[in-house]
Nanobody
Framework: VQLQASGGGLVQAGGSLKLSCAAS????????KAWFRQAPGKEREFVAG???????SYADSAKGRFTISRDNAKNTISLQINNLKSEDTAVYYC??????????????????WGQGTQVTVSS
């Protein structure tokens, strides 16, 4: 497994959660990394992305409550989610690609994917 996502779970609305994604190979340390999510019955959508230097981009729906970060030394990225809402319920996937160029929000850009971690928000 090249990307391993973890940290999901069942959380009450208004709570917080931190997801992590660990890469197994050192080459991923400089790769573009991102989080996507897929809610039941919906298409997978971009949440946030971050490049090697720390520049980040967020979906409009993620601005203000989501924070993406990365630790290049540990070869990991994280996604902090605050004030969780029922609409945040989804499987969250980490993804990675060699190049920073291109549309970060397109899932077709990413060559490498983790297995997903379930986040369920109860009201």
């Amino acid at each position: 497994v090249q990307l391993q996502a973890s940290g999901g779970g069942l959380v009450q609305a208004g709570g917080s959660l931190k997801l992590s994604c660990a890469a197994s190979e050192s080459r991923f340390k400089t790769y573009l990394k991102a989080w996507f999510r897929q809610a039941p019955g919906k298409e997978r959508e971009f949440v946030a992305g971050i490049n090697w230097s720390g520049s980040a981009s967020y979906a409009d729906s993620a601005k203000g409550r989501f924070t993406i970060s990365r630790d290049n030394a540990k070869n990991t990225i994280s996604l902090q989610i605050n004030n969780l809402k029922s609409e945040d319920t989804a499987v969250y996937y980490c993804a990675s690609d060699l190049l920073d160029s291109g549309n970060w929000k397109s899932e077709t850009k990413y060559k490498f994917w983790g297995q997903g971690t379930q986040v369920t928000v109860s009201s």
